[in-house]
């Protein structure tokens, strides 16, 4: 093992241009990584978000009065598919406009609560009920509108798997290209190390005692190349965050702790190290001929 891991800095040192391109390569493409990573976390935590938030809204016309609303109200709450209702009168929208626009004074000082409709804020379970519960309020008299943001939730969801396709066809290719790296890394200290290889073989040496240093290579190529990714990942960390979290602001994002770093690093070196391997064998098979 030690004898292997020895060689392996030799090789690597040796091969410097090769070694160099490699890991920039290995580095890139696990830099990427991480964004595809922690977009796909996002916006899985985002949707969970929303879906969990999943409300509809009612307004109703100002003719029907407040025990008529009460009475649908409990028509609602009854449906196994509502989780919560809450009725806002025309005193409490009003409230919760002034309080939402209290550094504005030009638009509070002139409004009163007529201007504001009665209306009841319904929030379900699963996001796919809104419909039904749309289309039993379609049904009610009195009805001014009925807001709820499905589609918005839908445009989002498609924007999303969108993002994840391209990512993910452009982080493939960038796999594929650190596999050919690797196995033209290989391939190179193999031919290099061609005279001392012959001479092992005369005297005996297995199979695993000659293959050992170039999956030592490998092994030290992608430990090097995701820690360096994940450590630039770090670095942009301080710059990214605060734009995400004043672009979805009220959303509660979990920030970037050391855990999650952690299992972000061994989740790079694995996948890493898995193509790298894969690399290292397919020229050792193809230029070895054991």
Known sequence: MIRSFGIAKKNLGLQSITTFVSLIINTQTFFVLSFFIAFAFLSAHLLNYLESKAQLTVYFQDTVKEDQILDLKNQIASMPEVSDVRYISKTEALAIFLKTYESEPLLTESVDAGVFPASLDIQVYDINDLDKIADFLKKQEGIEEISYFEEALRAFKSLSNGIKYVGLALVSVMLFSSFLI?????????????????????????????????????????????????????????????????????????????????????????????????????????????
């Open 182 to 290: 690797i196995l033209v890394l290989t391939g190179i200290t193999i031919r290099d190390s061609s005279e001392e290889i012959k001479i092992l073989r005369l005297m005996g040496a297995t199979n695993s005692y000659i293959q050992g240093p170039f999956f030592a290579q490998t092994f030290l190529i992608s430990l090097l190349s995701s820690l360096f990714a994940t450590v630039l990942f770090l670095g942009i960390i301080p710059f990214v965050e605060p734009l995400v979290r004043s672009k979805f602001a009220g959303v509660p994002i979990p920030s970037v702790n050391f855990l999650l770093v952690l299992y972000l690093f061994l989740a790079e070196f694995a996948i890493n190290l898995f193509i790298s391997m894969l690399g290292t064998w397919v020229a050792i098979k193809k230029y070895l001929r054991f």
